[in-house]
């Protein structure tokens, strides 16, 4: 039976492996941490669009299981002036609504998924090299497959060696953080997004009252050491001259967050990069990193793993299938890249509110992409 080799274990790497799977390929994912993957730390929100191809794997209910459902979304000024309320997403069905969920509890339930069915899941295995089908490991073993899919992420060591690639540094500091003991107006299934004077902020608050929440921050890059060296102290006291001025919540939300606050730097990759070599192929960040000034690294990691079992399903473990495979993914995920480059550019968050967007269900070339009954044929 053809097998594939997937590097990483987090949200790209284990929907990968849920894809190929189901698409009847014999499967085995590496994943460098010890007991986990690599998501710990930050919340995301996983757009309309990712639960919908989580649905094509048969996974939508289980990932739906964690985290809590977004609906709506308000926007705020400086001033404290509503500037717009709307839905968000798909809003007839729960398992295609919005989700808040913390990374490492959306890449637990994937991997508790992918174990269910059987698929194995190796810890401990940071990867050293690849020749031609065979990967070898720091401890020194050996795994061989037909394909090799790199999904370990923003640094990944397949990208090295394909192309190697160093991320860029977009232009903004990241702060992420939690509490349960701030109060901020809110509604439930709402992510509130506050338009600061010098900063973006968004909340959501769980139905337990815990306050979700992340602010972007124009500032020079943080060196690894600046990093390291932080404490929730420093990032609070760093973050809070920047908010007090507007009559927003931010202040009130950031003074209220104790322990569990962390800070990265917002990040991206070039368009136009290699994605694959020989039997390498890349999938998620490690392909296509943007910045998450639009929140959909998450989801489009997942339409990758879908579109990606597809082609190989229908055209094999060919070149034309990972020719295929580039041409649908790469201009909507470079678009993404480009999008979220320009919000991230601008210093000043714009006042304008946000114009309807279409949702997922009525993007006909997409939904031809993701919905696996469909023939992989009809998107090419």
């Known amino acids: 039976m053809t097998r ?10 284990t929907s990968a492996a849920l894809a190929a799977h189901r698409a009847g390929f014999d499967v085995a994912v590496f994943e460098a941490h010890p007991d986990s993957g690599a998501d710990i730390g930050a919340f995301l929100t996983l757009a309309s669009n990712g639960m919908l191809a989580l649905a094509q794997l048969d996974a939508a209910e289980a990932v739906a299981r964690v985290g809590f459902p977004l609906t709506t979304m308000r926007v705020t000024a400086p001033t404290g002036d509503v500037l717009a309320v709307t839905p968000i997403g798909e809003q007839g069905d729960p398992l295609k609504h919005y989700r808040c969920i913390g990374r490492a509890e959306l890449g637990a339930a994937l991997r508790a ?10 810890h401990g295995k940071r990867l050293a090299a690849v020749d031609d089908g065979t990967v070898t490991f720091t401890d020194g073993s050996t795994a061989t497959g037909d394909l090799i ?34 109060k901020p107006d809110h509604e439930p299934a709402r992510i509130d997004m506050v338009r600061g004077s010098s900063t973006a902020m968004g909340y959501a608050v769980s139905p337990s009252g815990e306050v979700n929440w992340f602010c972007r921050v124009p500032e020079p890059e ?17 973050l809070l001259p920047l908010v ?39 999938v998620g960040d490690a392909a296509h ?19 990606l079992g597809k082609v190989l399903r229908d055209l094999g473990v ?39 967007r279409p949702t997922p269900s009525e993007d006909a070339a997409l939904m031809a992409q993701l919905d696996w009954s469909r023939p992989i044929t009809e998107s090419l």
């Open 289 to 307: 990193a943007a910045s998450p000034a639009t929140g959909q690294g998450a989801s489009l990691a997942i339409e990758d793993a879908v579109v």
């Open 149 to 182: 899919v790199g999904a370990d992420g923003l640094n990944s060591t397949v990208r090295g060696l394909i192309a190697p690639t160093s991320p860029r540094y977009a232009g903004q500091r990241v702060f992420y953080g939690y509490t349960s003991d701030a």
């Open 4 to 13: 594939i080799l997937i590097i990483g274990g987090g949200i790209a790497g």
């Open 318 to 356: 060919t070149a034309e299938a990972l020719d295929a495979y580039e041409t649908l993914r790469r201009p909507r995920v470079e678009q993404n890249i480009a999008t979220s480059a320009t919000f991230t550019a601008a210093r000043t968050p714009s006042q304008t509110p946000p114009r309807a």
């Open 222 to 238: 943080l060196s690894a050491a600046e990093i390291a060296a932080g404490s929730p102290a420093r990032w609070r006291e760093a």
């Open 244 to 282: 007090r001025p507007d009559a927003t919540p931010a202040a009130d939300i950031i003074a209220a967050t104790a322990d569990r606050l962390l800070v990265t730097n917002a990040c991206d990759l070039p368009e136009g990069m290699p994605w694959r070599a020989g039997r390498m192929l890349l």
């Open 113 to 122: 998924e992918a174990a269910r069915r059987g698929i194995e899941i190796v």
